[in-house]
């Protein structure tokens, strides 16, 4: 039976990048790929601990990779009852895509709902996780979302939405807009601006006004600004 000290050797393999570590623990105890760790895992699964937030950790798609090969469940959600989210809802919630497409390529589910917004789609577009949404969707994630294709600049799909009743209401073209200026898609906000979206309009769960939203940066940018500053990186002065 996998031991404490085990756990805990998953998870510092994981965060640390070891693939090599990592596959010599799991050829001992393959029970662990599919296992629930404690620790400052809280519980979750060695798939959870390779997409949790902010993503980007050493070799994260190898990891991915390793642990699916060894039985790990790329649907399992994050707590034990069954409930919280599932990997691929944590990649794209980080725009972590390289290793959401490693999640995708072994079958997880594209729709799975539940997640803090709700599919993974919901996610990568509610966060600005612009590259897994367009992965999502390349994969087949279906768009049956105003706001959705707003937010991926989908010309055709906007106009068959609009065509619905449930989506062409003052609020969803309101939230569409916010969504398609803050991708920076400029026609479908044209598109939108033209059915009458408020330009005051922010969404509770947003931040700042349509202008706020169409300056700020996307998930993973903003990740890769952060990280360079973390190194030391500094910005050109005059």
Not at 38 to 60: E, K, Q, S
Request: hydrophobic share 40%.
């Amino acid at each position: 039976m996998p031991t404490d000290e085990d756990r805990a050797d998953v998870f510092v393999s994981i965060r640390s990048g070891d693939v090599e570590a990592l596959q010599k623990v799991l050829a001992a105890r393959p029970v662990l790929a599919a296992s629930r760790l404690g620790g400052m895992a809280r519980g979750r699964t060695p798939l959870h601990v390779v997409t949790d937030w902010p993503g980007y950790f050493p070799n994260g798609p190898r990891i991915a990779q390793v642990l699916i090969g060894a039985g790990a469940d790329v649907d399992a959600r994050e707590n034990e009852d069954g409930t919280g989210e599932t990997p691929l809802h944590w990649t794209a919630s980080s725009d972590d895509a390289d290793v959401a497409r490693v999640l995708i390529d072994a079958g997880a589910d594209l729709e799975a709902p539940d997640g803090s917004i709700g599919t993974p789609l919901d996610n990568a577009v509610g966060y600005g996780c612009w590259n897994v949404a367009r992965l999502l969707v390349e994969r087949g994630a279906r768009v049956e979302k105003l706001w959705h294709a707003s937010a991926l600049g989908l010309l055709d799909r906007i106009e068959d939405l609009l065509g619905d009743p449930a989506n062409s209401t003052e609020a969803a073209i309101d939230q569409a807009f916010w969504h398609a200026c803050a991708a920076g898609y400029r026609r479908a906000a044209a598109l939108l601006y033209e059915r009458g979206a408020n330009l005051a309009f922010t969404p509770a769960y947003g931040h700042g006004t349509v202008l706020d939203a169409a300056s700020s940066h996307g998930t993973q940018r903003g990740s890769l600004i952060g990280w360079l500053e973390q190194l030391g990186a500094h910005r050109t002065t005059d």
